[in-house]
């Protein structure tokens, strides 16, 4: 997400965080919650939706565009109240960096046994730690049901283990050359 916007945005609820969305770029209401999202991990398609602040027309284009779908989550459909909690650029940053490897990669994740040996590593790790409880984690790991962060990247560790882009950033104490997950370490 391009700084103008996550400044716009910084400490605000989600919903919150819509309507401050919408309003900055002068559309009614609030901006789509998949729009949203996909303006947090794609700075061009942020840019043209602050190209386009008060062209009503081309704005509705834009947050209704077919390509938003990817961005949907079943809570859009049965929202709930989002926890009022200040964001960290740096965290959203990081966690949309993820979603964007992701996303990049065909929304692919790993098989359920590769899952598994990455959970029970991570179980074990002492990176982990309750999440700091911040809207961008509602936003792109609402999700994961174990909400427990990799202090080492900021993610939420369920989630990001189940993506087969991402990479575990700390190596094993005991196997140097590769990573707590298990694969070859990449710095
Ligand atoms: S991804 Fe790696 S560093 Fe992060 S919590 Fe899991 S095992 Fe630890």
Redesign the pocket.
């Known amino acids: 997400m391009l700084t103008e916007l996550e400044e716009k945005l910084d400490g605000l609820e989600w919903e919150e965080a819509r309507a401050a969305a919408a309003e900055y770029i002068g559309l009614p209401g609030p901006l789509p919650a998949p729009a949203l999202r996909r303006a947090m991990v794609e700075d061009r398609y942020c840019l043209v939706l602050l190209a386009f602040r008060g062209n009503l027309p081309r704005l509705q284009e834009l947050v209704n565009h077919p390509d938003n779908r990817a961005y949907e989550l079943p809570e859009d459909l049965t929202p709930t109240a989002a926890t009022a909690n200040r964001s960290t650029p740096g965290l959203v940053i990081e966690a949309g960096k993820a979603l964007n490897r992701w996303a990049t990669a065909g929304f692919r994740t790993v098989d359920p046994e590769t899952y598994e040996r ?1 959970t029970a ?2 179980a074990g ?4 730690t309750e999440p700091p409880v911040k809207w961008v984690y509602k936003v792109i790991m609402a999700t994961a049901s174990d909400d427990r962060v ?4 900021g ?1 939420v ?1 369920s989630r ?2 189940r993506l087969v882009t ?1 990479r ?3 190596r094993d104490p005991s196997r140097p050359e590769l ?3 298990g694969d070859p370490f990449a710095a």
């Open positions: 990455r590593a991570c790790c002492p990176e982990l990799c202090g080492a990247c993610c560790a990001k283990a991402e575990c950033p700390r990573s707590r997950w």
